[in-house]
């Protein structure tokens, strides 16, 4: 839609890692927060029941708050990211919160398309891959949307696997919601064909 | 022609436009239903590129999530939890206003959680596609409908278009063999499918789940089963239409009738999947040495039998899982100390869920100092269980009779667990803090709830069955 209409090319930056496998949507946004009717204004809110002490300040146990891992814009976390709750108000706080990309070796169907359709790339590797970024924090990574690659610090590249439709939304910052509206005519004459047959 | 599986006859009747290797497919969406918390941006995205909703007449409203279970005051207040709950409610209620849409709202004897109230009112139909901005819309795959969650983008799309952009997910059959033991039910088939393969077990299919135990469910049952799909991945769930699901849709508001219904039902019949048709994946499951699961972490994936050991934890993570819940590996989760039970939610807040847990607690107390919610999935089952007179049994036993919502389940409308208390609550996630903020879930069927709050522990609810089958 309208929001993700800033063409996306490159994410460059350090990675932040959350090692735990299964985070859920409500990890991520807790319900309590869902009462908003904006899109805008949840990243104080990312992970709330993770990374703040009782006193409300940042919990240096959470790995988002140490030093090396503020202002990454890849995220690299644990197996089966972003399950449960279809909620999209999750790729809104990661993305408020500063997250361009995220990268799992797997990835929940509902948050991934909620994702993409928000400009949060959201990508999927081999474990072994996958592994060696867990094992490696604050590694410097330049994504490559046109490409599909991710280029690692010793010069050596991963491919990823990216939709055709998807990269191209994200490139070029279409709108789907405008690719739909263009498929009217289409849909009225399926609509008239079914309400025929009935 | 080729052999064809359910979901491949829901997938091609829906395309308005095949998906290529360039694009998505255009899939048409025959119901759209819709709650509060996940179209408010939806609806201004509409409005602020000037856009009707294409088919009203599709699209079904409720209010779920944010509403207060409590009775309003005497001056007609609800008690909604903050200001911001209030007004999400008063927006959908404008927004439905504006777009000329259907509402099961405050004054409808209708009104309920939305996989509750949509196939009570019959908008619920074989063969459909039906899509709510809401993971568990799953459920409705229990009437043979492809029908699954989406983001609110996708709602705002739906609405301006009928249509998503979607490709076809891979497909997995769960054939469940035998027959479920007495005192074992649908909620503990899935938590033990869920179990058996895994948190992300689904994740990139849409399951069918066939074979004799799934036959034998009832409706209510197959909602139970296919509503948990989420919790393993799968956006969807199916279960293929039979007499039963017929005899339980004929005569609803909304379903076809006359001629018209027995036009519906032959083309319903053709819905099942063909002999010899190809699943991407099949799984076997007994059901009959399924035993009576609940949850001992932090994930649905995370099932044991009651009476089963916890197993050790593989990894530092799964530890952890434990220590939040302050479980133990190797004692069984039977006899763990109870604080809350929660009956209710869109997979087990149905009349005979409300039954199963009242057939234990007739005539039982719940145990000293521990409070238990019961909270009907809608308008219509708190009619048929006050009809009944399933709310004495429930205050006579000391529990809360609330009003319809989603509630404790996901509890965002106050209805909550204090930090540290163990709930044993008959709803789908137990996901850290997802009761309340330090609350420990159990998930568990209605019948382990019901046993659970009387023993005030953890427990099996057949030593009560046994006990009144002896009486």
Redesign the interface.
Same mark, same amino acid.
């Given at each position: 839609?309208?929001q993700t209409s800033q063409p996306l090319t490159y994410v460059h930056s350090r990675t932040a890692v959350l090692? *735990? +496998? *299964?985070i $859920?949507t =409500? &990890?991520i946004i %807790? #319900?309590?927060f @869902?009462?908003?009717? +904006? &899109?805008t204004g949840l990243g104080k809110h990312c992970f709330e $029941?993770w990374r703040y002490a009782a006193d409300g300040s940042d919990d240096p146990a959470f790995p988002l708050n140490q030093p090396a891992a503020r202002d990454c814009s890849i995220l690299v976390a /644990?197996? *089966?990211f972003g399950? /449960?709750?279809? &909620?999209?108000h999750a %790729?809104w706080a990661l993305l408020d919160y500063g997250i361009k990309a995220v990268i799992s070796s +797997?990835i #929940? $169907?509902?948050f991934r /398309? *909620?994702s993409l359709?928000?400009g949060l790339l959201a990508i999927v590797l081999s474990e072994a891959e996958h592994r060696w970024l867990l094992d490696n924090p604050g590694v410097e990574l330049r994504i490559d949307v046109a490409e599909s690659t991710i280029r690692l610090p010793d010069g050596g590249t991963i491919r990823f696997e990216l =939709? #055709?439709?998807s990269r191209?939304c994200l490139l070029n910052g279409v709108d789907? @919601?405008g690719? @739909? @509206?263009q498929?009217?005519d289409?849909?009225a004459a399926? +609509?008239t064909l079914?309400e025929k047959a009935a | 022609m080729t052999p064809r599986t359910l979901f491949d006859k829901l997938w091609d009747a829906h395309q308005v436009k095949a998906e290529t290797a360039s694009t998505p497919g255009v899939l048409y969406i025959d119901l759209h239903m819709v709650h509060e918390v996940t179209s408010p941006q939806a609806f201004d995205e509409l409005r602020s590129r000037g856009l009707k909703v294409r088919r009203a007449d599709r699209t079904l409203a409720t209010l779920d999530h944010s509403t207060p279970t409590l009775p309003p005051d005497a001056d007609g207040k609800r008690p909604y939890y903050t200001k911001e709950a209030e007004a999400q409610v008063a927006k959908l209620e404008a927004n439905v206003r504006e777009f000329g849409i259907d509402l099961m709202g405050w004054d409808s004897p209708q009104r309920g959680i939305v996989h509750v109230a949509g196939p009570e009112v019959g908008a619920t139909q074989p063969g459909m596609t039906i899509v709510c901005g809401d993971s568990h819309t799953a459920t409705h795959g229990a009437f043979g409908a492809l029908a699954f969650g989406i983001g609110t983008t996708e709602v705002g799309h739906v609405l301006a278009t009928q249509c998503l952009l979607q490709r076809k997910a891979k497909s997995l059959a769960i054939h469940v063999d035998g027959a479920l033991q007495p005192g074992v039910t649908a909620k503990d088939l899935i938590l033990h499918i869920i179990g058996t393969i895994g948190i992300g077990g689904g994740t990139g299919y849409v399951i069918e789940y066939t074979g004799e135990a799934v036959r034998a469910l009832s409706m209510e049952e197959r909602m139970t089963v296919c509503n948990m799909s989420i919790e393993a991945g799968a956006r969807a769930g199916l279960i293929a239409p039979d007499e039963t699901t017929f005899a339980w849709l004929k005569g609803r508001e909304r379903v076809p009738k006359g001629e018209a219904w027995e036009r519906a039902v032959a083309a319903w019949r053709k819905l099942p999947t063909d002999e010899g048709a190809h699943y991407d994946r099949e799984v076997r499951i007994d059901a009959s040495s399924i035993q009576p699961s609940v949850t001992y972490g932090t994930h649905p994936g995370m099932v044991v039998s009651i009476h089963a050991p916890v197993p050790a934890a593989a990894d530092a993570v799964e530890q952890r899982a434990l220590d939040y819940m302050q479980v133990t590996a190797g004692k069984p989760m039977a006899g763990e100390a109870v604080d809350v039970v929660f009956v209710g939610s869109c997979t087990n807040g149905r009349l005979s869920d409300l039954q199963a847990a009242a057939s234990i607690l007739r005539g039982r107390r719940v145990a000293d100092g521990v409070r238990m919610l019961v909270v009907p999935g809608s308008e219509q089952v708190r009619r048929d269980a006050e009809r009944e007179g399933l709310h004495e049994v429930f205050r006579a036993a000391g529990a809360e009779w609330r009003e319809p919502g989603c509630s404790m389940c996901i509890a965002m409308n106050g209805d909550l667990a204090q930090p540290g208390q163990l709930v044993v609550a008959t709803s789908n996630r137990n996901f850290e803090g997802r009761q309340g903020k330090g609350a420990r879930t159990v998930l568990a069927s209605p019948l382990v709830a019901a046993a659970s709050a009387v023993a005030g522990r953890v427990a099996d609810p057949r030593e009560y069955m046994t006990q009144e089958a002896a009486a």
């Open positions: 839609m309208s090692r *735990n +496998e *299964n $859920d =409500d &990890r %807790p #319900a309590r @869902l009462t908003t009717t +904006e &899109r $029941d /644990g197996h *089966n399950c /449960g709750s279809s &909620r999209e %790729p +797997e #929940a $169907d509902i /398309g *909620n359709k928000n =939709d #055709a439709f191209h789907q @919601l690719f @739909l @509206l498929q009217q289409a849909i399926y +609509e079914v | -």
